[in-house]
């Protein structure tokens, strides 16, 4: 046993055992053992993960004079000064401080310090201060204060030697009277188990240990003959980091494998949208809130809107239902308000130009899904974001149904490893019926929100000749992320002021399907 | 949304029948509501947001009812002569108004705080902030039939508004009372504010921004009160005063009609006419995947407050309540049938649906790019969309006047007003963030920015681009120029550099990358000045490369 530990000293440790007898400090030992002060630290630590050593750490605090300090032990502390210069009768400040030569912030601190210690008598003449020194205060002078007294050692002092602790408390208040250095060291003592190697170590043929295996041993074939020095496997090293992918590009990734497992297909669209593209044509009415400044990133600038016979469609469903069997909104829709500029506020906008733009109606089926940028109009402050990232998801098929989407989402969820869901009825202008998709989270014992979802609404799929129904289902990529990776705060995990530390060491999240 | 203050025994009382707590909330859950609070007797619920009629504890309550098979009451409307006249005049400002007198209200403390509250958040919601609808109550004793509702130039009519000393013209009150300046952008641009004015000339109020004090003010001791919405749509008015009339019958009102007379038409409201509707049993099993016999439908639909008039073998004729606002197609009936029968009862299924999956060539080609980048030790950031033109330009050293790119209107954000045109200064903003961490400090950035673009319908160009900083004492012009041709040699890329000076480089240490004759980014040491700009101390060399064109992707 112990020779295996003999096996794994190193040369340093080797030298500081051999030096050690009982109890030492690290700066002696170092001397002693030929070491550099470095290489005993090194040798210290090593040895005590192999408990043939310990160490203690000690700090010793020594007491210096400062600049201030150094002046007043010399000419007298400003209250001796001051206190030398004061007579039985009232004199006014200047009068007193002609010989005592104090500054006016030293005369401030003096008054107050000589007041407290019932030492002055003040009173005030013509709106002037005069002072007179008391009997109590002439016993002082010729005493000297504890102040003064205290300033009279020779310094350095050790601080756990002082006596009188109230003074010292004083004047480390003052300024630049007293300074507090540390000095540190480190106390190492052998244990019985050391001192057994320690025994050994006489017996012991280092020379026939190798520390390191060279190219050149490899070549002559003289690693043959060797036996190479035990290494203390167990012995913590320094961390070291790598490049990373972002969290959040890993969570993406994520969602994006769990669709393609779903069988969909990848879309794009433009982060700024027209009203058009992001709110009238999904039947959004023209004074629905959402479009309010407070919400919506707008631009100020207008774009174009898509050919007449889509408008049209558009203008129809809005006005009066078309022919979808609709009663509509009853208003007159206003096709320049569609012009409008933004930021889209949702994926769903890339959705719809995906309807017009790919010609879906064509197709017998289609499974599309997005993972993009959206925008809110709101202040940054401590956790809120204009900007997040959302993931959608669309099936079109005949004879899709309600039950199928809630066995969509029930799938979306089982693949991020949540079971245990349940689905509550909302309400959203594009879609009906709508559906909130809640799982259950173990640790908050809570319901959490994370899935939104519906069928897209007739009126709303009309102008683009749907005719098929359109599940769908989206939710916020930063709300997952900060519940993967337990963070509170959206900032930690979108935008330039994530930390680079957990960027680079965050913990791999896998699904568990 | 809205947040329904009252308490259990209230409601309990207003349903009529004993329910436990678990039973609301259930319940409410079903009908996609949520008790959001319960402390003590006291209880917040969140409304629904497109259901007007449950926005006061009679609504709720009456729905409630029906969906534990409870009868509501039958909600009747006596004969009265009194008339209202719309004059040609408010036309052009807001034209319609809808009209109901209740009588023999007996109110008290709570009663009223709750008329208030309905009214506000029906402003709030479904009258979208009282541009769509505004409602005006009125004590009936004050004021002397019939009513004409009409518009004049707001300089050459006054009144003293409510809880205001003096008699104000039109356009002083828009300017002058606090409710007037929220509003004013409601009749600012108007030639002829309108106003409700009685039969011995006083005006009633100048909606939608405020009632007369003498006129527009009710108490508890009010017995009657005359009631009116105005607005631009007559069925959203029309709907608004019967969710009203509703109300102050189940506060014990008795409802009086009212005239109203166009110049070529005449109501007579409140019209508590029901909708009649037709649904199919197969259109719920289409839309829900349900299969329901038409007499369960039956069922459903009166849980759901609807009455049923005939069943049918495969349908069912109902008639709607005339204070729902949101039943515009059977599939909104669909929905009612869902909430009747609760989702959470829906058995989920995945169908077959066959197709291909695929992924965007683009963020293939983004995927390894970020596998090369993190093998050669660098970092992902992930930066804002939205910045300043300070950040883009003038911390880079470039001239904002000479830039091209999309403003933001207003923003609720100071120090946001631009959509991001390239990614390098984002990239510099997180390395300023992680200036105290230990260097070297290497960040990549692969994502998007928006360029413009006048031959697209959204003005502007969505792009690829990718950013690549190293910082640290040593970096240099080598180090950043071995990454460029590690990345661009991996992908096979056929490059190379040209001599070009940046604003934001040293002079004579960048380069201009080109590739296939074009230019697809650029590479160089920082200029002192950018990093001083950031309040970074190290050097830092840098790139960025335009992927659309380099992957021609577009």
Known sequence: ?513 | MVKLDTSFETLKDLIGKSITLKELENTLFNLGMELEETSGDEIKIDITAERSDMVSSQGLARVLRAYFGLKNPDYKIKKSNYEVFVDKSVDEVRPHTCCAVIKNLDLDEEKLKEIIWVQEKLHETFGRDRKKVAIGIYPMESIKFPITYKAENPTSFKFRPLEYPKEMTGKEILTKTSTGKQYAHLLQDHKKYPYFIDAKKDILSMPPILNAHETGKITQNTKDVFLECSGHDFDALSKTLNILCYMLQDMGGDVYQVSVKYPKKTFVLPNFKKEKRTIKTSFIEKMTGLQISSKECAKLLEKMMHDVESIQKDSVTFLVPPIRTDIWHDVDIADDIVRGFGVNNIKPELPKVATHANVLRENKIKSKMTEILVGLDFTEVFTLLLTSTQDQYTNMNLDVKQQNYMKLGHSEEKSINMVRTWLMPETLKALQSNRNKSLPLKLFEINEVVQVDKTKDVLSKTQNKLSCLICDSQSDFTQIKQILENLLNSFAIEFELKTQNYEFFIQGRSASIISNGKEVGFIGELSPEVISNWSIHYPIAGLELDLDALFNIV
């Not at chain 1, 630590?45 to 150094?70: A, P, Y």
């Not at chain 1, 990373?244 to 990848?266: N, Q, T, W, Y």
């Open chain 1, 1 to 513: 046993m112990s020779i295996d530990i003999i096996k794994t000293l190193h040369r340093y440790e080797v030298s500081l055992l051999e030096a050690l007898d009982g109890k030492s400090d690290l700066e002696a030992i170092a001397k002693t053992s030929g070491l550099k002060v470095i290489e005993a630290k090194r040798a210290c630590q090593w040895l005590e993960n192999k408990n043939l050593i310990n160490t203690q750490s000690n700090v010793q605090k020594q007491v210096l004079l400062g600049k201030n300090g150094e002046s007043y032990k010399k000419d007298g502390l400003p209250e001796t000064r001051f206190l030398q210069n004061l007579t039985h009768n009232y004199q006014t400040i200047p009068q007193i401080n002609k010989k005592a030569n104090l500054s006016e912030e030293e005369i401030k601190i003096t008054i107050g310090t000589l007041k407290k210690k019932s030492a002055i008598d003040i009173t005030k003449e013509e709106g002037k201060l005069k002072i007179k020194i008391t009997s109590q205060g002439k016993k002082i002078e010729e005493k000297g204060t504890e102040e003064q007294i205290f300033l009279k050692q020779s310094f350095p002092i050790d601080e756990s030697s002082i006596k009188d602790k109230e003074t010292y408390k004083l004047l480390l208040k003052r300024k630049d009277i007293l300074v507090v250095g540390e000095i540190k060291s480190q106390t190492i003592e052998i244990t019985p188990k050391g001192r057994k190697v320690k025994d050994k170590i006489k017996d012991f043929d280092f020379s026939k240990l190798t520390d390191k295996l060279t190219p050149e041993m490899l070549k002559t074939g003289k690693w043959k003959n060797k036996e190479f020095r035990h290494f203390d496997v167990l012995a913590p090293v320094p961390k070291i980091t790598g490049g990373r992918k972002h969290p959040l590009s890993a969570i993406i990734d994520m969602v994006r494998d769990i669709f393609v497992e779903m069988g969909f297909e990848e879309m794009k669209g433009p982060l700024i949208e027209t009203s058009f593209w992001c709110l009238d044509s999904m039947w959004i009415p023209q004074d629905h809130p959402a479009r309010d400044v407070q919400d919506t990133f707008y631009l100020p600038y207008k774009g174009k809107l898509p050919q007449k016979s889509v408008l049209e469609k558009v203008k129809k469903v809005h006005e009066d239902g078309g022919d979808t069997g609709s009663k509509g909104y009853g208003y007159k829709w206003n096709p320049e308000m569609a012009k409008q500029l933004l930021m889209r506020t949702h994926t769903t906008a890339t959705t719809y130009r995906y309807f017009h733009e790919k010609n879906i109606k064509e197709r017998d089926n289609a499974k599309y899904f997005y993972i993009g940028r959206v925008f809110r109009n709101e202040a940054i402050d401590a956790t809120h974001l204009p900007e997040f990232h959302q993931v959608e998801g669309f099936v079109m098929q005949e004879g899709l149904t309600l039950k199928h989407l809630m066995g969509f989402i029930k799938t979306f969820y089982a693949k991020l490893g949540l079971h245990d869901i349940k689905f509550k009825v909302t309400y959203n202008p594009y879609t009906e019926t709508s559906l909130e998709a809640m799982y259950f989270d173990k640790k908050t014992n809570s319901w959490i929100e994370l899935i939104n979802s519906g069928i897209f609404r007739p009126e709303s799929l009309a102008p683009y000749g749907i005719n098929k129904p359109i599940i769908a289902w989206g939710l916020g990529l930063e709300r997952l992320a900060m519940i993967l990776y337990e963070k509170n705060n959206i900032k930690e995990i979108l935008g330039a002021s994530c930390d680079i530390d957990w960027l680079k060491t965050y913990k791999i999240k896998m699904r568990d399907y």
